[in-house]
């Protein structure tokens, strides 16, 4: 894949912020994009050790360069302090945009995010969906190694991606002292690829790992911060049930997961697929609420009687409930929870994904196969 691959995120016209994990295309796609921009590139030694002994650099520069509308700051949660200046610059330069990048919220959500006042919207960039790639997508191959650029573009995807596993513990974790105990950080991450899609249990969790529960929501709580992991909740409006409260986990890219997850003679290739497929189908849904223009949210559905949905989409004009079956044939017990949540939800569309050759439609639901799901899903649209 040496060719560029367009991208379906808009940028605003305002300022923005840009979230989004190492390795995902943030950088590529400003480049691209603002090819007339200023660019401050935080991850460059020399740059950084500029700007965070000088913050009113970022200032002298704009002064400096009349011509220059565009700014983007790049990594700038390793710099916090450069967000004073520019949030003064925001209020005096109505004319310019000022774009930051980052791959963690952790100090900047610490240390001054808030002080931009809401002068600067926040987005999130997602790794590559289905759709962006056409004919280069392929299902089998985001489901071993996931759909982040960095890693599908090499030659060698599986060792690039067990090199970007350990740059998020070299470089986000160990050098930003964000834990003591790197070792038992990574051990940590391979048990919690067992919660991969399922309800977390910090208790368990903790106890696996041989530490406190408070240190395990800690490691949580990072996970979430540098944009590798994210909770679902359930979907409780307006419910005729008795719902369950927790949130269900997941790691952010279906290769991620696949790496991390530890293999032996007892474990179940179909189970790990499964899971596998599941989210992979979540982070394309991920994606396309945050790319899509209207305010989408996703959750899942649980009942305490045991009726799930694994996906729903809910928004100002969506409603959609999604289920994901890693089986090649659809069975009655197949729908039977997504039949449920209609007789509830009756405004609700209802969407099976399974990994069958034919589109289908059983009892008023929808039937993709996966693949062809997915390659036809795109924002502001609904397959």
């Given at each position: 894949m040496s060719e560029y691959?367009?991208?379906?995120f808009?940028s605003p016209?305002s300022s923005f912020?840009i979230?989004g994990?190492?390795?995902t295309g943030?950088?590529?796609?400003?480049?691209?994009t603002?090819?007339?921009?200023?660019?401050?590139?935080?991850?460059d030694e020399?740059?950084?050790?500029?700007?965070?002994?000088?913050?009113?650099?970022?200032?002298?520069v704009?002064?400096?360069n009349p011509?220059?509308?565009?700014?983007?700051?790049?990594?700038?949660?390793?710099?916090p302090?450069?967000?004073?200046?520019?949030?003064?610059?925001?209020?005096?330069?109505?004319?310019?945009?000022?774009?930051?990048t980052?791959?963690s919220s952790?100090?900047?959500r610490r240390k001054?995010?808030?002080?931009?006042?809401g002068?600067a919207?926040?987005?999130?960039?997602?790794?590559?969906?289905a759709?962006e790639?056409k004919?280069?997508?392929s299902?089998?191959?985001?489901?071993?190694?996931?759909l982040?650029?960095?890693?599908?573009?090499s030659?060698?995807p599986g060792?690039?991606?067990?090199?970007y596993i350990?740059?998020?513990?070299?470089?986000?974790?160990?050098?930003?002292?964000?834990?003591?105990?790197?070792?038992?950080?990574?051990?940590?991450?391979?048990?919690l690829?067992?919660?991969?899609?399922?309800?977390l249990?910090?208790?368990?969790?903790?106890?696996?790992?041989?530490?406190?529960?408070?240190v395990?929501?800690?490691?949580?709580?990072?996970?979430e911060?540098l944009?590798?992991g994210y909770?679902i909740p359930?979907?409780?409006?307006?419910?005729?049930?008795a719902?369950?409260?927790?949130e269900?986990?997941?790691?952010?890219d279906?290769g991620?997961?696949y790496?991390l997850?530890?293999?032996?003679p007892?474990d179940?290739?179909?189970?790990i697929?499964?899971?596998?497929?599941?989210?992979l189908?979540?982070q394309?849904?991920?994606a396309?609420?945050?790319?899509?223009?209207?305010?989408v949210d996703?959750?899942?559905w649980?009942?305490?009687g045991?009726?799930?949905?694994?996906?729903?989409l809910?928004g100002?004009?969506?409603?959609?409930?999604?289920?994901?079956k890693?089986?090649?044939?659809?069975?009655?017990?197949?729908?039977?929870?997504?039949?449920?949540f209609?007789?509830?939800?009756?405004e609700?569309?209802?969407?099976?994904l399974?990994?069958g050759t034919?589109k289908l439609n059983?009892?008023?639901i929808?039937?993709?196969p996966?693949?062809?799901?997915?390659l036809q899903?795109q924002p502001?649209q609904?397959?």
């Amino acid at each position: 894949m040496s060719e560029y691959t367009k991208r379906f995120f808009k940028s605003p016209d305002s300022s923005f912020f840009i979230f989004g994990p190492r390795g995902t295309g943030k950088s590529t796609w400003l480049k691209k994009t603002f090819q007339d921009s200023y660019l401050i590139d935080l991850l460059d030694e020399k740059t950084f050790r500029e700007y965070i002994a000088h913050p009113e650099r970022i200032r002298q520069v704009v002064e400096g360069n009349p011509d220059i509308k565009r700014y983007i700051i790049d990594e700038v949660q390793k710099a916090p302090v450069l967000l004073d200046s520019i949030h003064s610059l925001i209020e005096e330069y109505k004319t310019h945009q000022f774009i930051l990048t980052g791959s963690s919220s952790r100090k900047l959500r610490r240390k001054g995010v808030n002080l931009l006042a809401g002068r600067a919207l926040l987005t999130h960039f997602h790794p590559f969906i289905a759709s962006e790639l056409k004919e280069n997508f392929s299902l089998d191959m985001a489901l071993k190694f996931g759909l982040i650029p960095l890693v599908i573009s090499s030659d060698t995807p599986g060792k690039t991606m067990e090199a970007y596993i350990a740059l998020y513990l070299k470089e986000e974790v160990k050098e930003e002292g964000l834990v003591r105990d790197v070792g038992a950080f990574a051990r940590f991450l391979e048990i919690l690829s067992f919660s991969h899609g399922s309800v977390l249990n910090l208790s368990n969790l903790a106890r696996e790992c041989q530490i406190s529960r408070k240190v395990a929501e800690n490691y949580i709580s990072i996970i979430e911060d540098l944009l590798v992991g994210y909770k679902i909740p359930v979907f409780s409006k307006r419910s005729k049930r008795a719902m369950i409260a927790q949130e269900k986990f997941y790691l952010f890219d279906a290769g991620v997961y696949y790496n991390l997850r530890p293999r032996g003679p007892l474990d179940s290739p179909d189970e790990i697929g499964g899971i596998a497929l599941e989210g992979l189908v979540l982070q394309h849904l991920k994606a396309w609420c945050d790319y899509s223009d209207k305010k989408v949210d996703c959750y899942y559905w649980r009942t305490r009687g045991g009726s799930e949905v694994d996906f729903i989409l809910y928004g100002e004009n969506s409603f959609h409930a999604v289920e994901v079956k890693n089986a090649s044939q659809i069975h009655p017990q197949s729908i039977r929870s997504l039949k449920t949540f209609l007789i509830d939800y009756s405004e609700s569309s209802g969407t099976l994904l399974y990994r069958g050759t034919e589109k289908l439609n059983i009892d008023g639901i929808t039937c993709w196969p996966v693949e062809d799901f997915l390659l036809q899903l795109q924002p502001n649209q609904w397959p």
